[in-house]
Each structure stands twice: as structure tokens, then as C-alpha cells.
């Protein structure tokens, strides 16, 4: 039951919803006529009525079993646009309630940085200590493509238009007129949102999915970033005086898109150089305007104000007499002259600066950082330090952010094709004839002596397989874009399936052929070499995990690999695989995998004196380590986070969270905040009972494991199950997304992508990597002794990492449609494997939920979630028509019909649920 209260204040919402609703359902009626806007309001209506049990679901899927397919589609993009305008408002109604907390003058919400600075305060924290807890300060939110995010930019655009109505209307005290004409203009949009293709029809190619990624930077991180990065600085500052802390920026964004090429045959030489490119115009761009908006507003004349003599030689270029009082006007031409020169250099297509000067291009960010200085210095001496403190502070914040290069482009490759490539060049070379053949012992003390040796493996004339040819292109174009753009733009090579210290010396070696490793001078066992990129071990799978710190300590037992690691300043990276450790063991296997495992890393950290940095590889959905990143931070183990995090933000999570400046500012916030509370407090809370609890874990973690192993990969036709009761097979089939499905064309699950294992089950409505295993361990270990539930209680209350990860899994079962599923389930021909494992997930579901109200001590999944909650209530009648109709069309696609409409219908039903779910894989 709603108390009064919260009715009052999700009023706005729902009335935000009515407004953008009823100007869609006109527009649905007016362009596609009354008959598909009654079929849309009656799939409205009766889903409701299915919700509050007053029809069978049957009744409700009975509706589309005939419709013919012309008019199922545009029913899907219909709910499906509903579902996007929805997101907007609820994204709107947040930013509402964060407003009204503000005005009222009540405490900062956790998770944001106000917060964050308050519990600083009351801990009275060493400033010596903060500095020395955050001198390797860097939060990166690294940006991967995502088969569901194909939304064009005109789509895209047209949102971001209807959000900015929706703020002006709300902010603003409107006359009738105004409000009419608000209105008009919504609808107006709303009519180009119905004309516009929600998704192409031809497939993804890689160069969209870079100019995808690229238009966030434009919507948001241009503007935000830099402002985060100067106020968490000056608080910090003004926290701990006297500490200088930061001075690099904190906050910088990363990507992967045009860079990974793991399972990606499309990642090419030609596609890292576009990427790096096109970032560094988007970047080069941003200046250029910003420069001449200030060229425009610093009309500073001489006659009323003083300029440096620095100033004066900047602009004393112009002997015109036109500006000869306005120096500033002059000195900004010439530097943004300068800028237009660099970019013509560095891109391939010279920028459209609106500027012809004989200047001499910049060495990099610091000559143009040192320009911007000049003017800044003389603005301040001046006491025109108001003015120094708007456009010229961010343009100033944005180079320290992005440098020329605007985004770290990671190159991630397997380690089973870094090895077929060292194969090929040792033979080729005459190194050796079968590396492949040799045991880890003796592929180390090659590779260990390559890496001393300055000489390149391959010469002139040399041929290699099409795959080996394509590996060394991506690393000279990788090496290109570091000399052109300065080491930020390629800082970290990946290497996927990493199982042992050869895997990391293969990628030294490749990286050595590229020119990017740097042998030290002579063949001396204690020459230093110099590496410009981290070479980042990828830990995946359970086993991997468990055995990552000793991995790390074999590889800083090899002395030039301990080097490499000294040259960086002692600093290691090491990325954590969410999504094949969910895949591999379960939800509640995998994530305590991971807790294991960091907790060994930190020690391994520690007793090597590195440094460690641990990049997250986290996916949108729960079962890929998806969930609020507040929360996830918070619950990382003592010592894992030290001030240094870098998590993937992927797909449609990217439009939830980045769309807009307001969506950023709030989202990175939340990263940095959590960054440092995880860092400078002790929030695990366990005290001396950690290792009690870790082992009850431990026992926790093994028979979920257990029980999941049984269904995934002890249940005879599992795989057929999966394979005809999800979409998977189409997610590969259609024109989704760039890269293929499985990493080798098999039918195992262990090579399919992380991605379509999780979406498929998130799209049928299972969402069985978000709970399975979870409810038969808790239910075994609890019967072990009457006290256990109430340890497990006790846990849950004190313990940031349980009451997390049950807490996510709770909002997996809330998205969970076990009904909608079994609809899905019904596409499995042989009726004896439908019923043996569907009636074993419905069974485990139900079992899960029992187990979390146990603990949890509520009949509520969302107890805690209340926007979650509201926001499940208001939208999923609308997604269960969209559900039966993906059922319908695959149905009709397996069954062999070939109309493209129905491969269309299936595409859109996709991304309107990928739409509407917010993290679908």
C-alpha cells in the first residue's frame, strides 16, 4: 500500500508519464492509424489487467497469435518508444527530488561527492596519510560497445530534445501560451522520434560503434569531467591544506570500442588508427570552440585593464590596428591558430578551425596548457580572476582530462592468439620451431630472453598467416597513435584468459615488436626495460581468479617483467572477469571468486611491495556484475580500491547513466565518492570477525556452485534448452552488434559471449544469472543448525559485500517474469527437456526469493530500492506485450519465415526491452 506521502511525491512522475504517453498514443493514431493505437491501448489495458489477475496470460498473447506482421512492428516500436520515454521521465523525476532535498536544506544524499566530504570531516583523517592514500589517484569508467545500444544519433538527439523540454516546463512558471507552445514542441519531437528508424537496418559495423561511443563525450564528459576534477580537488584542498593533493586529474574517461579485439575479427590497424583519431578530433574540436567563444567574450581593452607582458608577447603577432586594445582577443587567435596547425597534423582530415595563420603547431597539451597559463596569470593579476574561473578554467580542466588524445583506447586480445602469434614470429625468426610445444618453464626463458634482446623478430619479406599479419597491424597502428598523441591515448594492452606468466611475457614480446617496450641498453641480466602501455592480466574464470596472486607473484619473480612494473612506478593493474565467473560458476560463486580473489591480490600487493590497481570488468546486468556502483564500490574488500578504480560501462547502461550532463554529473559522482570512501574508510565493518565470516562464505559459495554446475553443466540437453528457449541463436543471427556471439564457432557454452548468455536470459525473462545456485546453497547451509539463519541475518546487516550482492539479486527476481518465461520456454520442442529444466529453474527461483525474505526479513524484493520499485510498478504491464510479441515473431522466424519484417520485429522487440529492462546484458 502507498502511504499518501509518496503518492504526493511521485505525482510529477506520473503525470509526466500521462502527458508523454498520451502525446505518443496521438502520435501513434495519427501516423499509424486507429487500428494500431487501439491494438497498443488494448495490449496497455489488458496487461494490467494480467497484473492484477483478472485475466489469464494466455488471453493477453492470444492477441498477437494472428496479427499479421506488418502490424506487430509497429506495436513494438510503439511500446518500445514508450519505454524510452519513460526512462526520461523517471531520469527527470530523480533529478526532481534531488532539487526539492537540496532547497529543504537536508544532509547529502550517500553518494554524492557533498556526502562523501561530510563523513571526511567527522573522521578527522591525516592529511599526510590521505596524500599518501591517494597518490596514484585515478577513477576511469571505460566505455565498451553493447549489441543492444545501436540507437542512432538522431534518436539520440531527439531524446535529449524532449528531456530538455521536459526540464524548461518543469522549472519554469508558464503562461497557458507558453504551456501550449511547450506542448507543441513536444509533440513535435515526439512525431520525429515515430519517423525516425529507431535502429539500422543493416548490421553494426565497428566505426559505428566508435562514433556511438564518441557522442557521449559531446552530450556530457566534455563539460563534466573537468568541472568534477576541479571541485573534488579544491575540496580535498581545502580538507587537508598544505597536501597538494591531485594534481593529476582523478576522473578520466577510458574505452575499449575499436580497440578490443578479443572474439572482434573486425578490430583492425585501420580501425584502432580511425578510433584514436576520431577521439582526438572530438577532443581538438571542443578546444577550438572553446577558444573562440573565449576570443569572443575576453574583449578586455587596454584602456581599462593591465595585462602581463607574457600576455603581451602572445599577442604581439597582430600588428593590426583593429584589436590593438585588445590584446587578449589577439593572444587567443594566435593560440587557437596554433591549435588549428596541430590538428591538421595530427588527423587525417584537417579540422574546420575558421582560421588561416602561419602558426607553428603545439609539441602537445603541456605547450597549449602553458599558453592558457599565460592568460590565466594575467587575468588574475589583472584581479580579473572571476573571469579566469569560467570557459578558461574548463578549457584549462579539459586539457588536463583529455589531453590531445580525449580517451585511453585499451587494446585487449585472447591469450590463445597472443601464443599463435608468438609461434609464428619464433619460427619465422628462427627463435624457436614449435614454441606451442614448449612447458611453461622453458616459454618463459625465451620469452625472458627475447625481452633483453633490442633486435626486432620480423624483417623485411616476411609473410605470416592472415591472423598474425592482422595482430601486428593493430599494434603499429596502436604504437602510431602513441606517438602522435602522447602515451594516454593506448595506456593498457589486456590479455584475456590469462593463465600464467608466459601469457603476460607473450603480450612484453608483442608489444617490444611494436616499438611500445623499450629493452633496456645491452643484454645484461639487470637491464631495465620501459613499457609506455600496463600490461593488464585479465583474471575470468573461478579457477583464474583463485589462482591470480600467484600468477602475479611468479611474474614478479622474472626480473624484467618486475622492471616493467618499476618503471610504472611499482603500479600493476589487474582486470577481474565478471561475466565468465558468473558463467562459469553461478551469481554467488562468482562473486565471492572475486572478493577471494582481491583479498589475495591486496596481499600479494603488499608482500611484492607493488601497487595494485584492479580494473572491474563489469557488465549492466547482475549477473555480469552489474547493480548500483555505489553499493558495488562499497563492498570491494579492505585495501582492494586504495584510490585507484577502473570499471566497463557497456550499451544501454552508458545512455542510463551518460546521456545527458545532469545523468553524468550524478553517476561519476557516485564513482568517485565510493572511490573515496572505499579508500580513507573503513567500511567493510567486519572487525575481527572476518575471517568467520569469509568462511562461511567459503562453504556458501561451493554449494552454489554445486547446484549450478548441476543445471548448466550436468543436465543432459541443457544447451538445447537454452539455445531454443532464449534468443540467443538470433542475437547472433540478426544485425546486432559488430562482434560475433561465441569466440569460436562452437555450440559450448563455455565459448559464448558473456554478453548474449546474460541478454538472452535477461530478454526471455529468467534472469538466471542473477540468482541460480543462490537459494539451494543458503537452504543447505541453513539446515545445518537452527542458529545459521540468524548468522546469515547478522551478516547481512553488517556486512556491505552480503547485503550488496543479496540485495542485487533481489532486484534480478523482481525483473524476473517466471510466467513470461515459461511462455518463452514453450519454443523448446522436445516437451520432456522443457518441463525437466524449466520446472528446475521454477523451482530454484522460488526457493531464492524464500531464502532472501529470510535473511532479509521482508516479504518485499524491493524493500530497499523504492525508485526501483515505482519504476517496476509503472512500466513492466508495458513490457509484457513486448515479451509475447518476441515470443510470436521468433515462433514465426524459426518456423522459416523469411519476411524481413520479422527479423525487424525481432531486432525491435530487443532493443525495446533491452529499452525498458535498463541493463539487459
Not at 718 to 731: A, G, H, N, R
Request: hydrophobic share 40%; with cysteine.
Amino acid at each position: 500500500m502507498t502511504s499518501e506521502p509518496a503518492r504526493a511525491a511521485t505525482e510529477p512522475l506520473r503525470d509526466d508519464i500521462r502527458l508523454l504517453g498520451g502525446i505518443l498514443g496521438d502520435t501513434v493514431r495519427e501516423q499509424a492509424g486507429e487500428r494500431i493505437f487501439d491494438l497498443v491501448e488494448n495490449a496497455r489495458q489488458e496487461s494490467f489487467r494480467v497484473r492484477r489477475s483478472e485475466i489469464d496470460r494466455e488471453q493477453l498473447a492470444a492477441m498477437f497469435t494472428d496479427l499479421p506482421t506488418a502490424e506487430a512492428v509497429p506495436v513494438i516500436r510503439a511500446l518500445s518508444h514508450f519505454a524510452l520515454l519513460a526512462n526520461l521521465a523517471e531520469d527527470l523525476h530523480r533529478e526532481r527530488r534531488r532539487a526539492i532535498h537540496v532547497r529543504a536544506g537536508e544532509a547529502p544524499q550517500a553518494s554524492s561527492l557533498a556526502h562523501t566530504y561530510t563523513l571526511l570531516e567527522d573522521a578527522g583523517l591525516d592529511g599526510d596519510a590521505v596524500r599518501a592514500a591517494l597518490r596514484h589517484a585515478l577513477v576511469v569508467p571505460v566505455i565498451t560497445a553493447h549489441p543492444t545500444e545501436t540507437r542512432r544519433r538522431t534518436v539520440f538527439d531527439t531524446q535529449h530534445r524532449i528531456t530538455e523540454l521536459m526540464r524548461y516546463r518543469d522549472r519554469t512558471q508558464l503562461d497557458p501560451r507558453e504551456e501550449e507552445q511547450v506542448q507543441v514542441n513536444l509533440r513535435r519531437q515526439i512525431l520525429t522520434l515515430w519517423d525516425t528508424a529507431l535502429v539500422r537496418l543493416e548490421r553494426l559495423r565497428i566505426q559505428d560503434e566508435v562514433v556511438n561511443g564518441l557522442r557521449y563525450f559531446d552530450a556530457a564528459f566534455l563539460e563534466v569531467m573537468p568541472q568534477i576534477n576541479h571541485e573534488i580537488r579544491t575540496r580535498l584542498r581545502e580538507l587537508y591544506p598544505g597536501t597538494g593533493l591531485l594534481s593529476e586529474p582523478i576522473l578520466r574517461p577510458g574505452s575499449w570500442i575499436g580497440g578490443d579485439r578479443d572474439g572482434n575479427p573486425y578490430v583492425t590497424g585501420e580501425v584502432v588508427t580511425m578510433a584514436s583519431r576520431r577521439a582526438a578530433a572530438t577532443a581538438l574540436e571542443h578546444y577550438l570552440r572553446q577558444l573562440l567563444e573565449l576570443e569572443k567574450e575576453l574583449a578586455l581593452s587596454l584602456r581599462l585593464t593591465t595585462v602581463s607582458d607574457e600576455l603581451l608577447a602572445l599577442a604581439e603577432w597582430d600588428t593590426s590596428p583593429k584589436q590593438a586594445d585588445e590584446p587578449y582577443r589577439r593572444a587567443l587567435r594566435w593560440i587557437r591558430g596554433r591549435l588549428s596547425t596541430t590538428a591538421a597534423d595530427l588527423l587525417d582530415e584537417p579540422l574546420d578551425a575558421g582560421i588561416d595563420i602561419d602558426a607553428p603547431r603545439y609539441g602537445g597539451p603541456s605547450e597549449l596548457l602553458a599558453d592558457l597559463a599565460v592568460v590565466d596569470a594575467s587575468l588574475r593579476t589583472a584581479g580579473d580572476g572571476l573571469i579566469a574561473d569560467a570557459r578558461l578554467q574548463d578549457l584549462r580542466e579539459a586539457l588536463n582530462t583529455f589531453g590531445f588524445h580525449l580517451s585511453g583506447l585499451d587494446m585487449r586480445q585472447n591469450s590463445d592468439v597472443h601464443e599463435e602469434t608468438i609461434s609464428e614470429l619464433f619460427a619465422w625468426a628462427g627463435v624457436h620451431p614449435d614454441y606451442a610445444s614448449l612447458d611453461e618453464s622453458d616459454r618463459v626463458r625465451l620469452l625472458t630472453d627475447e625481452l633483453r634482446l633490442r633486435r626486432p623478430l620480423v624483417g623485411p619479406g616476411a609473410e605470416f598467416t592472415e591472423q598474425t599479419a592482422k595482430e601486428l597491424g593493430v599494434l603499429h597502428a596502436a604504437a602510431d597513435a602513441v606517438a602522435n598523441l602522447g602515451p594516454g591515448a593506448v595506456p593498457n594492452y589486456i590479455i584475456s584468459m590469462c593463465t600464467s606468466v608466459s601469457d603476460l611475457l607473450e603480450a612484453a614480446v608483442l608489444l617490444k615488436e611494436a616499438g611500445l617496450l623499450r629493452p633496456g641498453d645491452g643484454s645484461a641480466a639487470d637491464a631495465v626495460a620501459t613499457c609506455s602501455v600496463n600490461i593488464v592480466p585479465l583474471f575470468e574464470t573461478i579457477e583464474d581468479l583463485q589462482q591470480g596472486a600467484a600468477t602475479m607473484r611468479a611474474a614478479f619473480e622474472v626480473p624484467v617483467y618486475r622492471s616493467l612494473v618499476d618503471g610504472k612506478g611499482g603500479l600493476q593493474e589487474i582486470m577481474l572477469g565478471y561475466s565468465d565467473s558468473n558463467k562459469d560458476g553461478g551469481y554467488l560463486a562468482a562473486n565471492w571468486a572475486l572478493y577471494r580473489a582481491e583479498l589475495d591480490l591486496v596481499a600479494m600487493a603488499r608482500d611484492a611491495g607493488v601497487t595494485l590497481r584492479l580494473f572491474h570488468g563489469r557488465g549492466g546486468t547482475v549477473g555480469r556484475g552489474g547493480g548500483p556502483s555505489y553499493d558495488a564500490i562499497l563492498a570491494q574488500p579492505p585495501g582492494a580500491v586504495r584510490g585507484t578504480l577502473r570499471l566497463t560501462e557497456q550499451g544501454e547502461i552508458i545512455a542510463a547513466k551518460y546521456a545527458e550532463p545532469a545523468l553524468a554529473t550524478r553517476n561519476l559522482e557516485s564513482l568517485l565518492a565510493a572511490t573515496l570512501e572505499s579508500t580513507l574508510l573503513d567500511v567493510e565493518g567486519l572487525g575481527d570477525d572476518a575471517e568467520e565470516a569469509y568462511a562461511v562464505l567459503d562453504e556458501l559459495a561451493a554449494l552454489a556452485r554445486e547446484a549450478y554446475g548441476d543445471l548448466v553443466h550436468r543436465t543432459d540437453g541443457f544447451v538445447e534448452y537454452f539455445t531454443t528457449s532464449t534468443p540467443v541463436e538470433e542475437i547472433g543471427s540478426l544485425n546486432i552488434g559488430s562482434r560475433p556471439s561465441s569466440r569460436k564457432q562452437t555450440s559450448k557454452i563455455s565459448d559464448l559471449r558473456a554478453i548474449p548468455w546474460v541478454m538472452a536470459w535477461s530478454l526471455s525473462r529468467v534472469m538466471l544469472p542473477g540468482f541460480y545456485g543462490t537459494g539451494a546453497a543458503i537452504e543447505k547451509w541453513i539446515d545445518g543448525g537452527p542458529s545459521r539463519l540468524e548468522q546469515l541475518r547478522a551478516l547481512y546487516r553488517r556486512w556491505p559485500f552480503f547485503q550488496t550482492v543479496l540485495s542485487n539479486m533481489a532486484q534480478v527476481l523482481a525483473k524476473s517474469d517466471l510466467g513470461l518465461a515459461a511462455r518463452y520456454a514453450e519454443l523448446v520442442p522436445d516437451a520432456a527437456l522443457r518441463e525437466r529444466v524449466f520446472g528446475k529453474i521454477a523451482d530454484e527461483h522460488r526457493r531464492t526469493i524464500e531464502m532472501y525474505y529470510a535473511i532479509a526479513e521482508t516479504d518485499d524484493l524491493l524493500a530497499d530500492n523504492p525508485a526501483l520499485k515505482r519504476s517496476v510498478f509503472n512500466r513492466f504491464p508495458y513490457l509484457e506485450p513486448l515479451n509475447h510479441l518476441q515470443v510470436e515473431l521468433l515462433r514465426r522466424y524459426r518456423a522459416g519465415d523469411t519476411d524481413p519484417q520479422v527479423q525487424r520485429g525481432i531486432l525491435l522487440t530487443m532493443n525495446g526491452l533491452a529499452t525498458a529492462l535498463r541493463n539487459s546484458g
